[in-house]
């Protein structure tokens, strides 16, 4: 810390990265309605229970398809904003400190 510079913000911001978990939850979501509920892998000729059983299975997993969708759009979403914010809010302090009054210009 020098005059007129503030102290650095140690430990206050978190890691781009840890944005990304809501993200990584959705694709989580994703996984699982794939892994125990995707009812497309059997046989086409099924006797009228299964067959209506595999129809139940499916509605599940178009839920849970359904969950994991937004989940990951919304975590998407929400990384993509703190990128830019971050992105914004660094370009403007950048911009702030070289105009200060009384500091000549770089060149």
């Known amino acids: 810390m ?10 206050r911001r978190r890691p ?3 944005h990304l978990l809501p993200l990584a939850l959705g694709l989580a979501i994703l996984l699982v309605g794939f892994v ?4 497309l892998w059997p046989a086409q000729d099924m006797p009228p229970a299964v067959a209506e059983r595999y129809r139940q299975a499916a509605a599940r997993a178009a839920a ?16 993509i904003a703190v990128a830019v914010l971050g ?8 911009s702030a400190s070289a105009h200060r009054p ?3 210009p770089e060149r």
């Not at 020098?2 to 430990?11: E, I, V």
């Not at 849970?64 to 990384?79: D, E, N, R, T």
């Open 87 to 94: 992105s914004l809010r660094r370009r403007a302090a950048s």
């Open 64 to 79: 849970i398809y359904a969950v994991g969708g937004w989940a990951s759009a919304a975590g998407l979403a929400w990384f």
């Open 36 to 39: 125990w509920f995707d009812p």
């Open 2 to 11: 020098t005059p007129g510079n503030p102290a650095p913000r140690a430990g």
């Open 102 to 104: 009384g500091r000549p």
């Open 16 to 18: 781009l990265l840890l």
